[in-house]
């Protein structure tokens, strides 16, 4: 609940800034603590930022602490809504019988977090005060970041705090009614019989009150740090920080040729998931699109696929520890079960399932680097007609540029299609123009990876279409 509530905050006021949310109460997170900043799977997701119990004057050589001088001001005054609701019907007709299946749910997050305000290290006195001082490398924190790749210091320079006591609340609603006769059972599950005309509802109602000058959000300077333990703060955006050893991606000629060089290298991916049989196609497109419908289920799906070093040793992932509701595991579940990972598995169906389910990581890491809105624009896109459209955009903007409208590939593109295309690509940093009897896709130089995120989505999508 805080952790959905920081990330809508954090979307609405820093869309595409430098504010991170915080993810749980129970991390201390005061001005020049130190975080660590983990470099991801797939190098284009957002990082994970692990606050430590340490400050920055503890990882110094020396016994001359540094004070910062910090400035408090107002910020804003938020209190936000987000929610939605679902509904389903499935009619099962038999030889003896007939089935009518309903499903209602509505969710509902209310952030009031109030008055805020922002505390701000002064960066250039802190600069002053760094001068000719080291790191102390023997530091244990220090040690087992260097050992771990991917990882990078940084120190809190400010953060949104709350001014009063304030509350998240979560409102869940779930309503099922079965018509005829059915037993549903599972080997961890107790047996359930619905007679005719059964109903099943379940109704939850979770406050979360946080306290006073809790850590909404905040952000970082990250450390660039030499062997000696000499370090430079990083002080513009698309600078970042590590240790001396990290090596450095070398930069592409143009947007585009970069992003025709990302997308072929996961080529691999795609393949997989066009490679299974059509039904299996058709059911996960299905059931992922429904996952689409709550950002909360993309996370969670997330966390149940993400630890692939252990997948890749044959274990398999399990939904105890997710914190999702009954619909949202049902939906999970459904997909897992698609790729045979519930079950005991040959060896080359495990093997199989492997390769799919990194590709299935792949789709939904980049489903969870998007905003709420595009999240939502881009399910009701999920079309096999529109997911072909949207490939074939992919394709333009990843080489020349442009297509004519009258390829075979562009048919579906009505006006109704047009305006949800042109916000979708608008809302990752590129832009969709007619001219004429051409269609003109073009990328907008803004940091960040929102386009090549946008067209792996689409390309995993339409993976999954493809002759369904």
Known sequence: MFATATKNF???????????PASSLNDTIALLTVVVKHKRFWFWQKPKYLPT????NDILAGDKPIKPSVTTTDFIKYNGTYGGNIQETVNANFVHSNITLEGKESSKLQSSFGSLSKEEVDVQKLLRDSTDRILDMSHGLVQQ???KHRQV???????IVTNQPCSVIEEVQQDGQCGGGLILCGPKNPKVSLKENGRL???????????????????????????????ELCLMSDTSGGFEVDGRDPACASENCRLREELEQLNDHFQHLSALPVTTRSSLLQQITKVMEDRGSISSLQNVVKELDQMLLGKRPALGDVTTTHSQKQNIQAILDLLELSGQAESAQADQSTEVLIALHLITSALDEMTYDCLAVLGMCCSLTVLQVLEQLVQCVSEKGEFPLSSAGLAALTEDVYEKTEYLFASSNMSLKRDGDTVKMEI?????????????????????AQCV
């Open 10 to 20: 954090v979307e609405e006021v820093d869309n595409g800034g430098l504010l991170i």
């Open 53 to 56: 119990d340490f400050n920055f």
């Open 145 to 147: 970041t260097k050992e």
């Open 153 to 159: 210091f940084g120190i809190v320079k400010e953060r």
């Open 201 to 231: 509802s379940k109704d939850s109602n979770v406050t979360m009150e946080i306290p006073i000058h809790a850590t909404i959000a905040y952000s970082l300077l990250e450390l660039e740090i030499k062997h000696d333990g000499r370090y």
């Open 444 to 464: 907008n130089h803004q940091p960040g990876n929102r386009p090549l995120i946008l067209c792996i989505a689409i390309r995993g999508l339409a993976s999954l």
